[in-house]
């Protein structure tokens, strides 16, 4: 699977920065000439994957590759999503080889920015390569592509802006989209598959460039939930309705099981406590407890 395409800063360091410096070198790349198109940033975690030789979708982060049956909490509302979503038939009808693509995006959360998660996808694409081709391809053609096979993408804010007249450090970061506050910074995609990103928020550890700002300091919210009074039967209500209009099932027909797996993903999007390695509870603890919650809702 091909790695994530670079996404380097405007800004940079004060002893790189020149009269007429963009930012890295690399990022002057995207503004030297054709055109742009900008999107918003979204707060996440880097999502790519492939459609494997035996036909499976193979999924990752921006560091490696997960076991089938090994998907991180943290990204499981995201790879349900796809999987439920993505239009296998169409893709690999359309494609002589549909190992050589990966498919690059952002698994949403609300974990730093109050997105509404009812209303913004848990995956969201970004980016496209093609190996046949060996390149990362052009907005508006990713753009299509995610489309043909149901998967939703950011709405760009502008397109065709000439790169040359565009200062990206002086660009208006706008309002979010999913919520009622600015977005996480503005992505800048030259139409040759380049990238470059000016943030309104900082960095997290892993630095990835694709919207993942993850928690790098302790606190106690990153180590505790509290699940009486997040998980209400007005919490489950929303869960299970929408779950049962996304499945194409009877909200009656529910199991506790089922209900405990959509709980988990949801509880991961809206706090750091099960998407850190900070030594919050367990996955086990926490299912534990919501299936005992989810059991007593299911039956009144």
Same mark, same amino acid.
Not at 31 to 60: M, S
Not at 236 to 265: C, F, M, Y
């Given at each position: 699977?091909?790695?994530?395409?670079?996404?380097?800063?405007?800004?940079?360091?004060?002893?790189?920065?020149?009269?007429?410096?963009?930012?890295?070198?690399?990022?002057?790349?995207?503004?030297?000439?054709?055109?742009?198109?900008?999107?918003?940033?979204?707060?996440?975690?880097?999502?790519?994957?492939?459609?494997?030789?035996?036909?499976?979708?193979?999924?990752?982060?921006?560091?490696?590759?997960?076991?089938?049956?090994?998907?991180?909490?943290?990204?499981?509302?995201?790879?349900?999503?796809?999987?439920?979503?993505?239009?296998?038939?169409?893709?690999?009808?359309?494609?002589?080889?549909?190992?050589?693509?990966?498919?690059?995006?952002?698994?949403?959360?609300?974990?730093?920015? *109050?997105?509404?998660?009812?209303?913004?996808?848990?995956?969201?694409?970004?980016?496209?390569?093609?190996?046949?081709?060996?390149?990362?391809? *052009?907005?508006?053609?990713?753009?299509?592509?995610?489309?043909?096979?149901?998967?939703?993408?950011?709405?760009?804010?502008?397109?065709?802006?000439?790169?040359?007249?565009?200062?990206?450090?002086?660009?208006?970061?706008?309002?979010?989209?999913?919520?009622?506050?600015?977005?996480?910074?503005?992505?800048?995609?030259?139409?040759?598959?380049?990238?470059?990103?000016?943030?309104?928020? *900082?960095?997290?550890?892993?630095?990835?460039?694709?919207?993942?700002?993850?928690?790098?300091?302790?606190?106690?919210?990153?180590?505790?939930?509290?699940?009486?009074?997040?998980?209400?039967?007005?919490?489950?209500?929303?869960?299970?309705?929408?779950?049962?209009?996304?499945?194409?099932?009877?909200?009656?027909?529910?199991?506790?099981?089922?209900?405990?797996?959509?709980?988990?993903?949801?509880?991961?999007?809206?706090?750091?406590?099960?998407?850190?390695?900070?030594?919050?509870?367990?996955?086990?603890?926490?299912?534990?407890?919501?299936?005992?919650?989810?059991?007593?809702?299911?039956?009144?």
């Amino acid at each position: 699977m091909k790695e994530f395409p670079p996404l380097p800063s405007v800004e940079a360091p004060a002893e790189e920065n020149g009269s007429d410096a963009v930012g890295h070198a690399a990022a002057a790349d995207a503004f030297r000439e054709g055109h742009l198109w900008t999107e918003e940033l979204v707060d996440g975690d880097p999502l790519r994957f492939r459609v494997t030789d035996a036909g499976f979708l193979e999924f990752g982060d921006d560091e490696r590759v997960f076991d089938h049956d090994a998907v991180p909490l943290r990204y499981r509302a995201a790879v349900r999503a796809v999987r439920e979503e993505f239009a296998r038939d169409a893709f690999v009808t359309a494609v002589e080889d549909p190992g050589s693509v990966t498919f690059f995006g952002v698994a949403t959360h609300a974990r730093r920015l *109050p997105y509404d998660l009812d209303r913004i996808p848990p995956f969201l694409g970004t980016a496209l390569h093609d190996v046949d081709g060996e390149r990362y391809l *052009p907005p508006d053609t990713v753009r299509s592509a995610f489309e043909r096979v149901g998967l939703p993408t950011i709405d760009p804010i502008d397109k065709e802006l000439r790169a040359a007249h565009v200062d990206p450090r002086e660009y208006p970061v706008p309002e979010s989209q999913w919520y009622d506050g600015p977005a996480a910074g503005v992505v800048f995609h030259n139409k040759g598959g380049r990238r470059a990103v000016r943030r309104s928020l *900082p960095v997290g550890n892993n630095g990835s460039g694709t919207g993942e700002t993850s928690e790098t300091h302790e606190t106690s919210e990153t180590k505790e939930i509290d699940l009486d009074d997040r998980v209400t039967d007005a919490w489950l209500d929303r869960l299970v309705e929408g779950s049962s209009v996304d499945a194409g099932i009877d909200p009656d027909a529910t199991t506790v099981e089922a209900v405990v797996d959509r709980a988990l993903e949801r509880v991961a999007r809206e706090t750091p406590a099960l998407a850190s390695d900070l030594g919050g509870p367990s996955e086990n603890e926490v299912r534990s407890t919501l299936a005992g919650r989810v059991d007593r809702y299911l039956r009144s």
